[in-house]
């Protein structure tokens, strides 16, 4: 390895780990930069949360291109992931982490207190700028493009499970 590429490699710490679930259809990670100590968070979900989520820098400059670049891909055929970002500024985020693990202790006691956990995770997830956008060819079934563009020419709505 060089000297420059030593030099470009960046540390973090992770803060917090929010699992993927059908529920959510997302998951994300709390990161910290060790070289800028800033706290950031990344999410990757589908389109439906992830532009759900989007801040207004990203209605204004990306969900379009983006939207399209979903319905292309899933109109061929793949499956999409999408992905977004958002920089926490460190007192919000100790208010909030406090706030969270506050309810998350409450809720082993107190399962109905388990629906503002992911209320919670979703705030801390919301206002993100769009990153992108990528797509995965499904090698599991055979023929999955061809009945996919076979739907859409007939005009058959469908959805697809994964």
Do not use: P
């Amino acid at each position: 390895m060089t000297k420059k590429n030593v030099e470009q490699m960046r540390e973090f710490d992770v803060l917090q780990k929010f699992d993927f679930t059908s529920e959510r259809q997302r998951s994300s990670i709390i990161v910290r930069d060790k070289l800028t100590n800033q706290i950031i968070i990344y999410i990757k979900g589908s389109d439906k949360k992830i532009f759900a989520g989007k801040n207004k820098f990203s209605a204004e400059n990306i969900y379009e291109m983006s939207q399209k670049h979903v319905d292309q891909f899933a109109s061929e055929g793949y499956r999409t992931l999408c992905y977004s970002f958002k920089y926490l500024d460190e007192n919000d985020y100790n208010k909030w982490i406090q706030q969270y693990n506050d309810m998350k202790y409450r809720a082993i006691n107190d399962k109905s207190l388990s629906k503002n956990l992911d209320l919670m995770i979703e705030e801390i997830e919301g206002n993100a700028t769009i990153l992108g956008v990528s797509a995965l060819e499904d090698k599991l079934q055979d023929r999955v493009k061809e009945d996919i563009e076979d739907f859409i020419e007939a005009g058959i709505n469908f959805w697809m499970i994964t």
